[in-house]
């Protein structure tokens, strides 16, 4: 037998080898709030279950060639967390009038069985189909703000929060929880009651600065999304002024000693604890980030998710002299950075988001392809929710968008607009003088239980997520 004839033989035996051990792939998808995690996921999961008849995935090699056979749900693997709620989402969409899903509040799974063709020509001979079991995860992206604190004592975060207070209007904002906390005695025994009362005032101040601010970056996350955690005492705990903080505890039952002991234990037993129960199990993620809500809130937002954004980022840095690196072995080979709703911009402008993004993402970037992690950036609308159409401005015909703004749900009247241009990189201080773009949130279409869910380049997130372990 000549070594051309060995070759070959030895290729075949390794696809198929290839075939029998690659069947389980685990997707992470995250974002800040409001970036789109729900109804990214409630679109993937309807166009992967009903994609093999009635697909509109064309940038999908699999679904183009018609190797795509079908997928199902099957049982989630972990008991333990809670079940994405899909059929819940998609009782939303096929309501009257239709409404956008619920979003989710802490991690949750789903679990689909997709068969296929598999590209290989041995199996092809044999006439034999293959098996992908695709775990989808949601979490929070607030909750991977938190990773700073690991490399933190109370005393340093407390500094860190007061830093962040030389902002006027967050100044403003924390007021009475300072005042509660400046008033506290610190080395008397422990007041769980005061304690549990004042960090309800400072959780209160950052979903202030979350709705009127604009604000992502909030720490600690789980004060905002806490998941399983609410009401729980490792949420009981906030900052106080630097100075005291660096005062020795001389009371192990006191005030301070307490706080100290929450801040610690919500490191140990959160922080890492999310990181070794989920996060090091994750083979792909998607980043979902809305662009277009803070172009809307002002500078000061924009900046605030530009912070927030590159922060999430370092997640996914597993240099040596990581965090993640010394404490845990990640095995994320590919990112997905997804500018959401690009529906509600003409289609001319999604390469100008696309652009923008990539300039957000730009410093995380690098250093995550830099460990050898497969990147990519792109524009998508999980649901379509506008068409395309024509307006007029200045007596000149432009394009624009249509569809039934969130405000006119009762009335249904159909709206024509022209949000204004995306910045093609980070805005400068000229447009927020201008401030010419107008982000309008739509109504979500009526979804139908028979026929896929209208988007824009689902496929080609799939492709990019999932499309070599199809070969």
Not at 48 to 54: P, V
Not at 235 to 256: G, R, W, Y
């Amino acid at each position: 037998m000549n070594f051309s004839r060995l070759s070959s033989i030895k290729t075949k035996a390794d696809d198929l080898a290839k075939l029998t051990m690659d069947k389980q792939l685990r997707l992470a998808v995250t974002g800040l709030s409001g970036a789109g995690k729900t109804a990214f996921i409630t679109s993937l999961v309807n166009q992967l279950l009903l994609g093999a008849e009635n697909h509109q995935l064309p940038l999908w090699q699999l679904a183009r060639e018609h190797r795509f056979l079908g997928s199902k749900r099957t049982p989630q693997p972990h008991l333990h967390l809670a079940s994405f709620d899909y059929q819940g989402g998609m009782d939303a969409l096929q309501s009257q009038p239709p409404r956008w899903p619920s979003p989710t509040h802490g991690v949750s799974e789903i679990r689909l069985k997709l068969r296929y063709k598999p590209q290989s020509l041995v199996w092809r001979k044999l006439n034999h189909t293959a098996t992908l079991n695709l775990d989808i995860v949601d979490y929070p992206g607030e909750w991977l703000l938190d990773l700073p604190l690991l490399n933190m004592n109370y005393a340093q975060w407390s500094e860190h929060i007061a830093l962040s207070l030389k902002d006027s209007r967050k100044a403003q904002l924390a007021e009475q929880w300072q005042a509660m906390a400046q008033a506290l005695a610190l080395n008397d025994n422990a007041d769980e009651s005061q304690l549990a009362d004042i960090a309800q005032h400072y959780t209160e101040y950052l979903h202030q600065c979350k709705a009127e601010l604009g604000m992502h970056h909030i720490q600690p996350g789980r004060f905002v999304l806490p998941g399983e955690l609410a009401g729980a005492p490792v949420l009981a705990f906030f900052p106080i002024s630097p100075e005291l903080a660096k005062v020795k505890v001389t009371n192990k039952n006191s005030n301070l000693a307490l706080l100290i002991k929450r801040f610690e234990y919500y490191k140990e037993h959160v922080v890492k604890q999310f990181y070794q129960q989920h996060f090091v199990k994750f083979d792909r993620q998607i980043v979902l980030v809305d662009c277009l809500s803070p172009l809307n809130s002002g500078h000061d937002s924009f900046c605030d998710m530009q912070l927030a954004v590159n922060q999430i980022l370092h997640s996914f840095n597993y240099g040596q002299s990581g965090v993640l690196r010394r404490l845990f072995s990640p095995k994320i080979d590919k990112l997905l950075f997804a500018a959401t709703k690009a529906d509600h911009v003409t289609p001319e402008q999604h390469q100008r988001l696309v652009n923008l993004l990539g300039e957000v993402v730009a410093e995380g970037k690098r250093h995550v392809k830099f460990e050898g992690i497969n990147t990519e950036i792109m524009a998508l609308a999980s649901i379509k929710a506008t068409q395309t159409g024509k307006a007029q401005l200045n007596g000149h015909t432009i394009n624009a968008i249509k569809g039934i703004l969130q405000n006119d749900v009762d009335s249904q009247q159909l709206t024509t607009l022209f949000p204004g241009e995306v910045p093609a990189s980070l805005p400068k201080h000229t447009f927020w003088q201008q401030q010419g773009f107008e982000f309008s949130p739509f109504q979500p279409p009526q979804a139908s239980p028979y026929q896929a869910l209208p988007h824009i380049r689902i496929d080609q997130a799939i492709e990019f997520l999932l499309g070599d372990k199809f070969k």
